[in-house]
Structures are given as structure tokens and as C-alpha cells.
């Protein structure tokens, strides 16, 4: 599972859809692999702005990566190629092989085994 796409996940249990607390998720036992790709500035540059930061400065720090700057880069900060060059390592080439995804609010725990996340709730929880 690709750092980026914990950006757009929040928990599925029905009592969370109206909590803050669900949303980010949070990696636990994380084992982390990079996986590297080429370096796509542009899509970073377009990325950038559907991101929500203050939710991927907190996946960032629970993963044990560099702080990311306290707000968004926007502008001229876009054309920085070491902020590019960070922001691609993140999103695109760190994946999470194995550990789980934490609610914050229910503490509903989605594993991830392989790389792949497992969403689907057990029938109490639907």
C-alpha cells in the first residue's frame, strides 16, 4: 500500500462517518519497503493540492520520516526539486508491506498483509 493513498481513506465503520477522530487512519507495525520510481514532478506538482497536509504530516511522522513543512507548498515552493524529490519518496515509492491501519476514533484495526489493505468490516460493524 502506497503512502498516498492513506490521504484519501478514513474508516468505514458506520458510528465514525461523523467523527474527526477516524480520519487520518493510523499505520501501526508498519514494515516499510521503497520501491523506487521515476520521478514524476509534474504529478507531484498536481497532487499536491488535493492532499490534505496537516493528515500527511502526521503519517509521515508515525512512519518515521523527516518532518514535512508545517504548511503546503504552494507557488514557488512547487518548483523547489528537493521538495518534489521528498514528496515523490513519500507518497509514491514508500509502500507499507505488512501492519495495520488504526481508527482513531473506534480503534477498528484494517490489516495490511502483502501490501494490500483490507478494508471489509466484519457484519457487527456494518
Known sequence: MKVITANFVTCAV???KTSPESYPLHFHDAELEQQEQEFQPEFIRNIVPRIDWDALRTTSNELGF???????PEG???????????????????????????CGNCG????????????LLPSHLV
Open 14 to 16: 458506520k458510528e465514525c
Open 66 to 72: 523527516p518532518s514535512l513543512p508545517e504548511s503546503k
Open 76 to 102: 514557488e515552493a512547487l518548483d523547489d526539486e528537493q521538495i518534489l524529490k521528498d514528496l515523490h519518496r513519500l507518497l509514491l515509492e514508500t509502500q507499507v508491506s505488512e501492519g495495520k491501519l488504526v
Open 108 to 119: 477498528h484495526e484494517y490489516m495490511i498483509k502483502e501490501g494490500i489493505a483490507n478494508f
